[in-house]
Structures are given as structure tokens and as C-alpha cells.
């Protein structure tokens, strides 16, 4: 079983992006646990945007709950990743995120009205010897018929951004990933004669 089908059989949004990496899975494996939105530079511009909005809008600018923004839902190692994330995007940093929901069960049990459930899914296949396919899914469904006209207007503005940003994502993902495959296959200097 898909392992983002479990907390997401059916999506009300969704996007779907893939890169071919000329790396083996390992690498790429690697490069996608250690990712970071610190890695996305040419994204700022967006995450500024969305801040001046939030501000505008809410008088204050989104701050991520304690820990990290994503919550880890599930992996099989050197083939899925499955990251949650909830909140009301929507409204700009006016309640985006929860810090009560920080783990697999409360994420799937989570029905609270009014807000978005969203995953981001990475997945590795293998595209030849030496290279991998990435595809990174995301998926969102909403808990109630409010909720999902919001999301629904949200989507339609940032649609554009979050494919940009997937793109970025998965850049990120290659860079790191040749990087190491590229460290792994040196010779080592004990091993020149």
C-alpha cells in the first residue's frame, strides 16, 4: 500500500511534480531526509509575500509551532516519505498551524471544522542504474464545506507558487544528492597508490 494513501486515499487539491537524478537512491534518500526550506533561496520572494499579507491581514506574520513545520507521518526507508501539515493557510498567518497535532495518530485523527489536512509526499523509483526518479505529491482535503471554499480561492492564488516552490524542492533534492554521490565515488587518498 501507498503509504500517503493511508492518511490521504482521496484529495480535494493536489499536485504532483518529478525529477529524474542522475544518482543512485541512497544518495537521493539522503538528500530528501536532510531537506530544508532553508534550501529554497529563489523562494524567498514568496515567503516574503505571504508574510507582508499576514501582516497586513492579521497584524502579525506566521510563526511556525515549536519543532518543525511538518509533521513526520510516515516513511519506508529509500522509497516513501509522508509529511503532514495543518492549519488555515488561508488566512496568512491568522491560525496557521497547531501545535497540539505533532504526530501520526493526532494528524490522522484531526477533524476539527474550519481547517486544511495537507500532505507532502516524496517517492523514489528507480529510473536506470545510477539514476532515480523523485516525484513529490501533495495532497490536501479540508473538514468542512467553509473550509474547503476557502481553500478553494487559496488554491487558485498560490497554485502557481506551490508548483514553483516543488520544483525548487526537488533542485534542492538533485544538488544534494550529486554532491554526495559525486564525495562518494572520489578516490580516496589511501586509496591512490
Not at 538528500?31 to 492579521?58: E, K, Q, T
Given at each position: 500500500?501507498?503509504?500517503?494513501?493511508?492518511?490521504?486515499?482521496?484529495?480535494?487539491?493536489?499536485?504532483?511534480?518529478?525529477?529524474?537524478?542522475?544518482?543512485?537512491?541512497?544518495?537521493?534518500?539522503?538528500?530528501?531526509?536532510?531537506?530544508?526550506?532553508?534550501?529554497?533561496?529563489?523562494?524567498?520572494?514568496?515567503?516574503?509575500?505571504?508574510?507582508?499579507?499576514?501582516?497586513a491581514a492579521?497584524?502579525?506574520?506566521?510563526?511556525?509551532?515549536?519543532?518543525?513545520?511538518?509533521?513526520?507521518?510516515?516513511?519506508?526507508?529509500?522509497?516513501?516519505?509522508?509529511?503532514?501539515?495543518?492549519?488555515?493557510?488561508?488566512?496568512?498567518?491568522?491560525?496557521?498551524?497547531?501545535?497540539?497535532?505533532?504526530?501520526?495518530?493526532?494528524?490522522?485523527?484531526?477533524?476539527?471544522?474550519?481547517?486544511?489536512?495537507?500532505?507532502?509526499?516524496?517517492?523514489?523509483?528507480?529510473?536506470?542504474?545510477?539514476?532515480?526518479?523523485?516525484?513529490?505529491?501533495?495532497?490536501?482535503?479540508?473538514?468542512?464545506?467553509?473550509?474547503?471554499?476557502?481553500?478553494?480561492?487559496?488554491?487558485?492564488l498560490i497554485?502557481?507558487?506551490?508548483?514553483?516552490?516543488?520544483?525548487?524542492?526537488?533542485?534542492?533534492?538533485?544538488?544534494?544528492?550529486?554532491?554526495?554521490?559525486?564525495?562518494?565515488?572520489?578516490?580516496?587518498?589511501?586509496?591512490?597508490?
Amino acid at each position: 500500500m501507498n503509504l500517503a494513501d493511508r492518511f490521504m486515499p482521496t484529495a480535494e487539491f493536489s499536485e504532483r511534480h518529478a525529477r529524474v537524478i542522475d544518482a543512485p537512491r541512497d544518495a537521493v534518500w539522503d538528500a530528501v531526509s536532510d531537506f530544508s526550506f532553508r534550501d529554497l533561496r529563489l523562494a524567498a520572494p514568496l515567503f516574503a509575500a505571504r508574510a507582508v499579507i499576514g501582516i497586513a491581514a492579521n497584524g502579525r506574520r506566521y510563526r511556525t509551532p515549536k519543532g518543525e513545520m511538518f509533521i513526520p507521518l510516515a516513511e519506508d526507508r529509500g522509497r516513501q516519505r509522508v509529511l503532514g501539515l495543518l492549519g488555515r493557510w488561508w488566512r496568512f498567518g491568522g491560525a496557521d498551524s497547531r501545535a497540539d497535532v505533532r504526530d501520526a495518530e493526532t494528524f490522522d485523527a484531526f477533524d476539527e471544522p474550519g481547517y486544511g489536512k495537507a500532505i507532502l509526499v516524496f517517492e523514489l523509483e528507480d529510473a536506470g542504474p545510477g539514476r532515480t526518479r523523485v516525484v513529490t505529491r501533495t495532497r490536501v482535503v479540508t473538514t468542512d464545506a467553509g473550509a474547503h471554499r476557502a481553500m478553494a480561492r487559496y488554491w487558485r492564488l498560490i497554485r502557481p507558487g506551490s508548483g514553483f516552490i516543488r520544483h525548487l524542492m526537488l533542485a534542492s533534492v538533485e544538488r544534494r544528492a550529486r554532491a554526495a554521490a559525486s564525495t562518494a565515488n572520489e578516490p580516496r587518498s589511501s586509496d591512490v597508490v
